[in-house]
């Protein structure tokens, strides 16, 4: 027998050629969405009102009511390909309408999607994956996709940060499309077309879109590399490690999470594999590839990590939802969606040595409880280093969604004979019409409680008070203020408290503030429409580890109650971490303020420093001369 060749893994079985569906798919959802979009865009309705809420809704059975016409008359596969195109057009449109009258993307700019303009505009100005706070540090966070945004900003000449609500809108509907591309590999073209929405059922934040597509894409990719069904061949290496590798810069916590499991299902896949060798050699490949394609990202963290000082203080951030969703198996968007998870783990434990892919879901689950356990110990004990505790439910509900719906398969495969004798109802009728009704099942909570602008119909007489503050990461879209302080065209009747970023940046220039000045800003929302490099940021638990927050913090606090001018203005030129060039605060009972600590008024108004205090809402710009 020829010897086992690294060459004979890498070599195709066959040509690789995409089905009827995939191409139907792709070429749709590219024709598809971007019309609607501009639909959407143009009709302009109110997202406040319910008319504005309703008009998605309205949308999608237009929609369906196409497809399912289609699929009536032509009984061919690209039907079902066509059908997620459709879907693409309308997670597109839906994830669109709520945002309609704002240039801001889901959340509020003081939190997430604060940070992730700031890293959109610090990467329009460079391609180095490098920290925005501080270029000399490596990335911390996952730096592909706001990368990939501040580079598309820098080629076509616009600010990065309008480009995060279009990005939100692309990376929702590509999820979809390429869940479906890789599922439809491994299941029936019609179960892939609800199988790509299972990600819905944990996580469908837009203001996560890269979160949303690492989710969707995970189960199947894991499935098809290394658990595909009998008599299908895996995944060739390179494409599964070109996957895995840029799942890593996209967004790595859900690939950490299995990695218990992954060690199981290899171990599992290992020992029923007719052709172990081979097995384990496609195995290593995918990851010595993945390992290549990510290492310009986690080659000098891993290095700065090795070589530096750490404070990790990013996952001390308490979320409620560390607490309430901890207790749950599954999270609980709506009654179907509970019902299915639950039906998703009867099946893994009922069905795992007759279906093919129940046990290799079942030891994945397995390790990502065992490794959730783990980390629930680790929480809380110590400082409460939460790690990825926040993670687990929506990598779990998602898994045990899907299962649901291979398990329902199963059933439906089975019981369809007698269904058929019992009702003589028209296959090309029945499984159409299940397939959209699961859809639904999953587009409905995503887009009612998850996109839509709550609370429902703000402006309509519905006796929701007008003073009421958003309760969705759309509403808060609409409560910012631009950075030149105006309201957005569809504004909240009580927008959040502003901050004059653009008046900020011209008292910065005026003082004759070197180029690319390092600030010490109150407020993150500076850096989220010019990059500068930041000192400090203002929230502890979005700083990168190599930063160390706590320390300079520390340092900090002992420079603030500075009340000679030319003193304070030494101190800050010569730090233990680089000098701070510009100090932006806001005035405070005891003087001007970073945070809980008060600069004197008379020392950051003296010689050592030109100032603007004329700024609104008591903010102040002070440059170091």
């Not at 195709?12 to 639909?39: D, N």
Request: with cysteine; net charge positive.
């Amino acid at each position: 027998m020829r010897a086992l060749s690294t060459l004979d893994v890498l070599r195709p079985t066959r040509p690789a050629r995409p089905s009827g569906a995939a191409l139907a798919a792709v070429v749709s959802a590219a024709v598809l969405a971007p019309v609607a979009v501009l639909v959407v865009r143009h009709r302009a309705v109110d997202p406040l009102t319910s008319q504005g809420v309703a008009a998605p809704v309205a949308y999608a059975f237009l929609l369906g009511a196409a497809v399912l016409a289609l699929g009536w008359w032509v009984r061919r596969s690209w039907v079902a390909g066509a059908s997620v195109g459709a879907l693409v057009a309308w997670v597109c449109a839906a994830v669109q309408a709520p945002v309609v009258g704002t240039p801001y993307g889901y959340g509020s700019l003081s939190g997430d999607a604060g940070r992730m303009s700031a890293l959109a505009t610090y990467f329009a100005t460079t391609a180095r994956p490098s920290d925005n706070a501080d270029p000399g540090l490596p990335v911390e966070y996952p730096p592909l996709y706001p990368m990939v945004t501040g580079r598309i900003a820098a080629l076509t000449g616009k600010q990065a940060w309008l480009l995060l609500q279009p990005m939100q809108v692309l990376l929702m509907g590509l999820a979809v499309l390429l869940a479906f591309l890789l599922w439809q590999r491994l299941v029936p073209t019609l179960l892939a077309v609800p199988l790509s929405l299972a990600a819905f059922a944990g996580l469908a934040e837009p203001s996560k879109g890269n979160e949303v597509l690492a989710l969707s894409v995970f189960l199947p990719l894991v499935l098809a590399t290394f658990a595909p069904p009998p008599g299908r061949r895996p995944l060739h290496p390179l494409l599964a490690g070109l996957g895995f590798g840029l799942m890593v810069p996209l967004y790595p916590n859900f690939l950490i999470l299995g990695l218990i499991g992954l060690g199981l299902l290899l171990v599992a896949g290992w020992f029923r594999a007719p052709d172990r060798p081979r097995y384990l050699v496609h195995a290593a490949v995918t990851v010595v590839v993945a390992a290549v394609v990510a290492s310009w990202y986690l080659g000098p963290l891993v290095v700065g990590y090795v070589g530096g000082d750490t404070e990790v203080v990013a996952d001390l951030f308490r979320s409620g939802a560390l607490a309430n969703d901890q207790f749950v198996l599954f999270l609980s968007r709506s009654t179907f969606l509970s019902l299915l998870q639950v039906a998703g783990l009867g099946a893994i434990l009922l069905l795992w040595r007759s279906a093919w892919w129940a046990a290799p879901l079942g030891q994945l689950a397995a390790g990502i409880l065992a490794l959730k356990g783990l980390m629930l110990l680790r929480y809380s004990s110590g400082p409460g280093h939460s790690f990825m505790l926040l993670y687990t439910p929506y990598v779990l509900s998602t898994l045990f969604a899907a299962a649901g719906l291979l398990g329902l398969a199963e059933v439906a495969t089975r019981a369809w004979p007698r269904v058929v004798g019992w009702t003589r109802t028209p296959r090309r009728l029945v499984v159409p019409g299940a397939v959209a009704a699961l859809c639904g099942m999953f587009m409905a909570p995503a887009y009612m409680d998850g996109w839509s602008v709550e609370p429902h119909g703000l402006l309509d007489t519905n006796g929701v008070p007008r003073t009421s503050t958003p309760e969705s990461l759309s509403g808060w879209a609409h409560a910012e203020y631009l950075p030149t302080g105006r309201e957005p065209r569809v504004a909240w009747p009580t927008m959040t408290p502003g901050f004059p970023s653009r008046a900020v940046d011209a008292a910065i220039a005026r003082a004759g503030a070197p180029a690319h000045p390092v600030v010490l800003s109150g407020d993150q929302r500076l850096f989220s429409f010019t990059w500068y490099p930041n000192w400090l940021p203002p929230r502890r638990e979005s700083s990168n580890a190599l930063t160390r927050w706590d320390t300079r913090f520390a340092w900090l606090r002992t420079v603030a109650g500075t009340t000679g001018s030319t003193e304070l203005a030494a101190r800050l030129a010569d730090t233990p971490f680089g000098p701070v060039d510009v100090l932006v605060l806001q005035r405070g009972e005891r003087g001007y303020r970073f945070r809980d600590l008060a600069f004197s008024e008379a020392a950051l108004t003296g010689a050592g420093f030109t100032a603007t205090t004329d700024l609104p809402d008591g903010w102040a710009v002070f440059v170091r001369r």
